[in-house]
């Protein structure tokens, strides 16, 4: 076999669709049952709201319960997932930044590179806040997802000092929708819905968690700053972590060239 | 239910009225490849089955954002994707990719020789290792398009990313993956 030919993609393909069907997954454990039972006791416990249910409900009940069922149901849904492209917000009630966590510092991604390798390497290009140029670039690659970049700004009169780490700001840009960053806060009150560019975004005042997945597992870090997140309209998820306010969060953000 | 298998679209709009036996249908239909896909995510079949269940719980719940003519396989695969991501575990845990121990062949499949059934399976255990080598970005790529054998289209959606990404990952993946094989070889 060492003598032939390296295959071509389509023969490539072939062979691992043809190994696909040979994998000894594990056996695949039934689920509708369980499924369903879920669904008919959250229904009956009243811990889920009725939507889609409602076709079952009384025209009646629906009518006078409509309203209640649909602002529950928005606020659980809202409650239990938020995203924006690549990152993920979790409500967590109870969540608060352990002391134990570490913050979210760039040097754990490895040595910084320069800006065009960090291009070259992540295969995209941010745009960038208007102002003093970053002064370091890292390669975000998690193994997971397309590799993202980050860029860190040391501290200065523009960009105070983060705390617990040696950097004013810090900006992570992602490709995609492929939901690895988490980040969990402690209540739905602590996510504010903003907008940059007339795009959806999401200001994050409060002390949070963000993890990564990683192929090592998932790494937890601890947030002090405040932070706004929002998706350019190429996609890119931008995450800008800074000591500044929310005006002044959103003007720089809206000033991304 | 009646008498001819109803269409998805059809399990998912009697879903959408709170038909939890139409949902349970679709949950049916789609549990080997939603739990695989999680198995191929988590490696761990106890993380898998959590991964699956949760996420048809919440397909469900989201059932109201689910729009008309859209595909109930991938959109139910990115749910999936993500709740898998989001139990994974210490790789010390990791189950690894193997093959069956005996193939299953039908009953008009001619059997192979000895001699070629044992080349075949060391090219197919090669490949095996190979895949394992790769990063893994290349690793799920690889994994939703050919040994799942979702369309390109499909493996976009579940994994969340656009379809020019797929295409490009894909190619970058099936680069890496002949490089893998070289090495070994050489080595």
Known sequence: MDERMPMSDEDLGRALGTLGRELAYPGTPSMAPAVTARLTTDRSAGHRPPFPGAALWSRRRVVVLVAVGVFAALALAAAARLAIGSIQIRVQPGVTPSASLPPVVPEVLGDAVSPEAAVAQAGFAAALPAGPAPDEVYVVDSGFGDPGLLFAWRPSEVYPALPGTDHGMLLLALQGDEELVVKTVDRFDDVHRASVAGRRAFWIPVPHTLSVSTEAGTQTYSVAGNVLIWQAADGITYRLETTLGRAAALALAEGFA | ?187
């Open chain 2, 1 to 187: 239910m009646e008498g001819r298998p109803l269409e998805d679209v059809e399990l998912v709009e009697r879903a959408q009225g709170g038909d939890v036996a139409a949902y349970g249908e679709l949950v049916e239909r789609y549990r080997e490849v939603a739990f695989r896909t999680a198995w191929l995510i988590t490696r761990s079949s106890a993380d898998a089955e959590d991964a699956a269940q949760d996420a048809f719980v919440k397909a469900f719940y989201a059932l109201g954002r689910f729009r008309s003519g859209e595909a109930f396989r991938p959109w139910i695969l990115r749910i999936v994707s993500n709740e898998a991501r989001n139990r994974r575990r210490s790789a010390g845990r990791r189950q690894h990719l193997a093959l069956r121990a005996e193939r299953e062949r039908g009953p008009g499949d001619a059997a192979p020789s000895p001699e070629a059934a044992t080349v075949a399976r060391e090219d197919r255990e090669r490949l095996l290792a190979a895949l394992e080598r790769l990063p893994e970005r290349d690793r799920l790529v690889i994994a939703h398009r050919y040994l799942l054998e979702l369309s390109e289209a499909e493996t976009a959606e579940a994994l969340g990313v656009r379809p020019g990404t797929v295409k490009s990952r894909l190619s970058r993946a099936l680069e890496r993956l002949r490089a893998s094989m070289e090495v070994r070889s050489d080595g």
